[in-house]
């Protein structure tokens, strides 16, 4: 999968509205799309709305429902919002079409690093690169005297001063919501300690002094953090940092934008952001780096499609992002980063560099094996050697079952 690193200093549903004010033209053909709900999935649906015959379910349960929406014949979904994390069930089902032909007829203004290509052909259109950054409260940080941390071990040692001054609930937030949030987090800080989830063989490489060290940090995580952390997913942590309950987390830059909204946060313009946190010394960031983007359906005519991709243009548009200049980290001409992008600009600068989420079928089973595992080790009921086993375990029986280990 090609993905071009930046380099520079439940559920919602939207339909169209007849206004064409903002749209180069009026859309005829009903168009529908199954997204992800944060801020930049709400500005380029408002922006495709616009057009007209447009309907966006805008659900953080997007992954999980958007394979079998995708099967049905024809497709529930015509456009879907997908992440390098998200699109290879799509994408080892056959459930998404070549972009080629559209991009060649009316893409002349999409950016080659919004062009996704896998195996020589356009699968997707990227709109943003996604990371997990530290964010942190710069008015506490200032109150208290307190540098801002460059490592988990300095995290660590300013939420003990955070704690000690009462100023907030929690000195952390996590998202260690059980299932896809938590095994995320268990990947963001394996890679920082230098971990590989597999051989070339496709066989299971967790169970070390990496994996050991990831789960220990995990745990250190929650002794700062809200006693309910196996529900905590980004909304979560978003609403906390707003209610003023938190000092710090290390959540996604595509979340800091919600910092400033007026009317629903109480910190706003307190938030700061910065690089995620190293794991161990000359260590990468501990996180790794995503893009977001659009792909059509197969199961859709043809005639279908030219539609949906020409509704993208406009919900990927100059305008939008003008509009939106805070909503992401815009692969998009027009964007202008702020002070809430430092942080995700640090990460994607740094070297050595936080990896890109690998993209592959044997990570996809990985990740879900993990988000049911890791939990047993935070709760105390399993030691880190043995649940690092069990998510072996797990893995290696799904890999077999999806034929990617002979039995």
Not at 35 to 43: L, N, V
Not at 66 to 74: D, E, G, L, V
Not at 128 to 151: C, K, W
Not at 308 to 329: C, H, P, R, S, Y
């Amino acid at each position: 999968m090609y993905l071009k690193k930046l380099v520079m200093a439940g559920a919602i549903s939207l339909m169209g509205t007849g206004a064409y004010a903002a749209c180069s033209y009026e859309n005829q053909t009903p168009i529908s799309m199954l997204s992800a709900g944060f801020e930049a999935w709400k500005a380029v649906a408002d922006a495709m709305a616009e057009c007209g015959n447009f309907e966006a379910e805008l659900d953080q349960e997007f992954r999980t429902k958007q394979p079998s929406a995708f099967a049905t014949n024809p497709s529930l979904y015509h456009i879907g919002g997908v992440s390098n994390g998200t699109i290879t069930p799509l994408l080892n089902e056959g459930l998404i079409r070549p972009l080629d032909d559209l991009v060649a007829e009316f893409g002349q203004d999409l950016s080659p690093n919004q062009l996704i290509t896998i195996d020589g052909k356009i699968m997707a259109i990227a709109m943003m690169v996604n990371t997990q950054h530290l964010m942190y409260r710069a008015d506490i940080f200032e109150d208290l005297g307190l540098e801002v941390p460059t490592s988990w071990d300095e995290v660590f040692a300013a939420a003990d001063k955070i704690e000690e001054a009462g100023l907030v609930d929690h000195a952390l937030g996590v998202t260690m919501k059980s299932g896809w949030n938590l095994a995320q987090d268990f990947n963001n800080i394996f890679l920082g300690y230098g971990g590989q989830f597999v051989d070339d063989a496709n066989m299971p490489t967790l169970n070390n002094e990496a994996g050991v060290n990831a789960l220990e940090t995990m745990k250190r995580m929650t002794e700062y953090a809200d006693p309910e952390f196996l529900v905590s997913d980004s909304t979560y942590v978003q609403q906390q940092f707003q209610q003023e309950k938190i000092a710090m987390a290390n959540l996604w830059a595509s979340r800091a934008s919600a910092m400033d909204l007026e009317g629903e946060s109480q910190v706003v313009g307190k938030v700061n952001t910065a690089a995620a946190p190293t794991a161990m010394e000359g260590g990468p960031p501990a996180t790794t780096i995503w893009w977001d983007g659009v792909v059509i359906a197969a199961n859709i005519t043809d005639e279908e499609a030219e539609a949906a991709f020409k509704l993208i243009l406009e919900g990927l548009d100059t305008e939008m992002v003008q509009a939106n200049n805070g909503a992401a980290i815009w692969l998009i001409p027009g964007y202008e980063p702020n002070r809430l992008a430092e942080g995700a600009i640090a990460t994607l600068q740094a070297q050595p560099g936080a990896a890109a989420y690998p993209s592959t079928s044997a990570m996809g089973l990985m990740h879900t094996a993990v988000g049911n595992g890791v939990s047993d080790f935070l709760t105390g009921a399993t030691d880190a050697a043995t649940t690092l086993a069990g998510i072996e375990d797990a893995y290696l029986t799904s890999a077999k079952e999806a034929g990617l280990i002979a039995d």
